[in-house]
T-cell receptor, first 113, second 108 residues
């Protein structure tokens, strides 16, 4: 079955550690995105990529990094520079760019202690 | 983000009709999305409007007025499983911006 997979669903890390969240899709989508969701706020765009080996900063990129070495994969690293990393992280993909229907992964809830 | 406004919470009765409104900034507008999100889960796509008017999909309909910067999602024959957050999202140049979502509670 085609879909978009994030792993793990729950992740705990100690403050000061970098952590990488996985996102894989087999929908043959060109575009992939990372969003952060906090209680009482909408989804905020962290990074997006419209083609392999290229990506752009979203609205809240500071403290995060990404790579897009393969079409299927768009991992997100939450670095120690991110001041408030505890959040629900959602990865999404779409076929031809940002203004088309996005398919979301199940999300990763990151808790930094 | 980018002046997308929608009510934070609504309550409606099972079997009834509810309308969730969304207003947005019109400059650079390139389509309006509605997503449904159950607590702790990923959003799922409901509708996309790029032209004015009403789009109907079963129990769910979505309306757009580009000149007014206004959209609504209409849910008919409400069921308990419709209790969820409904996210209005505005397409713009190279990115989609989401509102905070409207948490809908359906009561018996």
């Amino acid at each position: 079955d085609g879909g978009i997979t994030q792993s793990p669903k729950y992740l705990f890390r100690k403050e000061g550690q970098n952590v990488t969240l996985s996102c894989e899709q087999n929908l043959n989508h060109d575009a992939m995105y990372w969003y952060r969701q906090d209680p009482g706020q909408g989804l905020r765009l962290i990074y997006y990529s419209q083609i392999v080996n290229d990506f752009q900063k979203g609205d809240i990129a500071e403290g995060y990094s990404v790579s897009r070495e393969k079409k299927e994969s768009f991992p997100l690293t939450v670095t120690s520079a991110q001041k408030n990393p505890t959040a629900f992280y959602l990865c999404a993909s779409s076929s031809t760019g940002l203004n088309t229907e996005a398919f979301f992964g199940q999300g990763t809830r990151l808790t930094v202690v | 983000g980018q002046n997308i406004d929608q009510p934070t919470e609504m309550t409606a009765t099972e079997g009834a009709i509810v309308q969730i409104n969304c207003t947005y900034q019109t400059s650079g507008f390139n389509g309006l999305f509605w997503y449904q999100q159950h607590a702790g889960e990923a959003p799922t796509f409901l509708s996309y409007n790029v032209l004015d008017g009403l789009e109907e999909k079963g129990r769910f309909s979505s309306f757009l007025s580009r000149s007014k910067g206004y959209s609504y999602l209409l849910l008919k024959e409400l069921q308990m499983k419709d209790s969820a957050s409904y996210l209005c999202a505005r397409g713009g140049y190279q990115k989609v911006t989401f509102g905070i979502g409207t948490k809908l509670q359906v009561i018996p």
